[in-house]
């Protein structure tokens, strides 16, 4: 370790460095200058998306592909509360984000002065949806409050963590701090309660595991469990394509009455890595979900394990661990089959049964798209295809199909999170499948796809507005207001960024139209219109 003294910006970045960050999304100003001193003699990318909402979702879409935290660098006050509804997101989908912010000189903090960027109480106002914020106040605490910020991200349930720095201890010296890599302390439970769980599984006939996304790390062994316990598989929005086209995989909604039936008959469920809540449980707010007599709940926040359906063992564990350890439990004699497979093809039947014609057609389109670009990745807005989706899709790969339709639902999720995923994995197809409404809240986004050299194909499905909520209007008996916002060309949009795109005339042309754009390096663009796309809906 060198003497030299370094700025606490420079030593920031060796400190990223260090702990595998490889990419930061930001945009730079007088605020932040300092933290960029250090940047472009670092192996560290920097991405500039053209608001700091995109560059919240690019860190999103970032994190869940690489398994990596998504680090961005905003300025104080309209920078880091453009930053907010991103980090919403982050903190309802545990998706591992580190916002890193200026904040005004520590002498000027809580005057209301007026100050450039000043705000009440910044970092109050971010510790209400942040997992950790902190003000470094003293220059020399710079090493331990990242090594706390990276072991939140690392060994608890993920979300997001704000690290804001005054102005004036950005340029202060330091002398260089010993450089360590996080190492994650991931939890594990007690022999006793993995036994009792092992027994309850082994004494069961027609067990059923819930799959949520903290859990696909963990894909490996639970499918192992599965094929142990014959057990159906049920994914939740964010684990689709853990077990993809498996026997037992059944990548539809608990919220589908053919899947709440399964898992009412079953005599036990285990339940690994999902938080049990509204978006993925109880789309309809209807209170549907059944009662469950046996089930054993395994999450790695034990809060969470106090919320929602009370269980009869509770497993404070990582779903790696606990699956692990439940795959060792119960061992490898022979066992009663449960008629798993036959249980899992009956409820993807059913499940299929109860999705309108419109839906099925839509299903259809993602189907297409996963079948010939193989091994792609789709990245969801709030759009009309996107819930058809999370209601039945099987993705073909692990975070294959993620969107902002659970959780915090964010519009505008989908361009720019698209960009982050295809600089997680540039060489892997990327399709980002957004509507016209959705796609202008980050149209601008596209510049900074364009800007990165990112591989995503933009297919815009163009309803001609908020159709979504308008059908939930008139369904409701309300009179539509509101619902139709004038859309551009998309394809001119397209062409003022220097993408290539086209227009379907009718969806048979998709494949054709997605093989084409592969093929070009940088982003590009599809339009798929409900009512003037032959195919769109049935």
């Known amino acids: 370790m060198s003497d030299k003294l370094k700025t606490v910006g420079e030593t920031l970045i060796d400190l990223l460095e260090v702990n595998g960050v490889d990419v930061v999304f930001g945009i730079p100003g007088v605020h932040t200058v300092e933290l960029y001193r250090g940047l472009a003699a670092s192996k560290i990318r920097h991405i500039t998306p053209r608001h700091e909402q995109g560059a919240g979702f690019m860190a999103d879409g970032y994190a869940r592909v ?211 809540g509204q978006t993925d449980y109880d789309m309809y707010a209807d209170n549907g979900f059944p009662e469950l007599d046996n089930l054993i709940r395994i999450d790695i926040d034990a809060a969470q394990l106090a919320r929602g359906p009370q269980a009869a063992v509770s497993i404070f564990s990582s779903a790696e661990n606990a699956a692990s350890d439940l795959l060792a439990a119960v061992g490898i004699g022979n066992r009663p089959q449960a008629d798993g497979a036959a249980r899992a093809a009956a409820t993807r039947e059913a499940a299929q049964a109860e999705l309108t014609p419109k839906m099925t057609a839509e299903v259809g389109i993602l189907n297409t798209v996963r079948d010939t ?74 510049g900074a796809a364009k800007d990165a050299g990112a591989d995503v194909i933009f297919l815009v499905w163009n309803n001609d507005g908020y159709q979504e909520i308008e059908t939930y209007m008139v369904d409701n008996g309300i009179t539509p207001e509101g619902v139709k916002p004038s859309a551009p060309d998309f394809l001119k949009i397209a062409e003022a960024f220097g993408l290539p795109s086209v227009r379907l005339s009718n969806v048979s042309e998709l494949p054709a139209a997605l093989q084409k754009f592969r093929q070009h390096k940088g982003p590009s663009l599809i339009e798929i219109h409900q009512a003037n796309t032959v195919g769109a809906t049935a």
């Open 373 to 446: 670009l193989p091994g792609a990745i789709i990245v969801g807005d709030s759009t009309q295809a996107v819930y058809a989706g999370n209601l039945y899709y099987e993705a073909g790969r692990p975070h294959g199909w993620f969107n902002a339709a659970t959780g915090y639902g964010a519009l505008g999720y989908g361009p720019p999170a698209a960009v982050g995923a295809a600089i997680a994995e540039p060489e892997t197809p990327v399709v980002c499948l957004t509507g016209d409404g959705g796609l202008q809240f980050t149209l601008a986004e596209i």
């Open 66 to 276: 690489s398994g990596k935290p998504g680090v961005c660098l905003v300025i104080t006050g309209p920078g880091l509360t453009n930053i907010i509804t991103p980090m919403a997101q982050a903190y309802q989908d545990s998706v591992p984000m580190l916002v890193i912010s200026g904040v005004n000189a520590r002498a000027t903090l809580g005057h209301g002065r007026g100050r450039l960027h000043e705000l009440p109480d910044q970092r109050g106002m971010m510790a209400t949806l942040a997992l950790m914020s902190h003000t470094l106040h003293e220059p020399e605490d710079l090493a331990y409050v990242m090594e706390r910020a990276f072991a939140i991200l690392r060994s608890s349930r993920p979300g997001p963590v704000h690290i804001e720095i005054p102005t004036d201890v950005m340029a202060a010296p330091i002398k260089p701090p010993s450089m360590r890599n996080i190492t994650p302390a991931r939890p594990r439970a007690d022999a006793a309660t993995i036994n009792e769980a092992a027994s309850r599984c082994l004494s069961s006939k027609k067990p059923v595991i819930l799959v949520g996304g903290g859990a696909v790390p963990a894909a490996k062994d639970i499918l192992a469990l599965a094929e142990r316990l014959d057990a159906p598989l049920v994914t939740t929005t964010n684990a689709r394509g853990a077990f993809a086209h498996h026997l037992l995989s059944v990548p539809a909604s608990p919220s589908l009455k053919s899947v709440r039936t399964l898992i009412a008959d079953a005599d036990l469920v285990l339940a690994f890595g999902t938080q049990m």
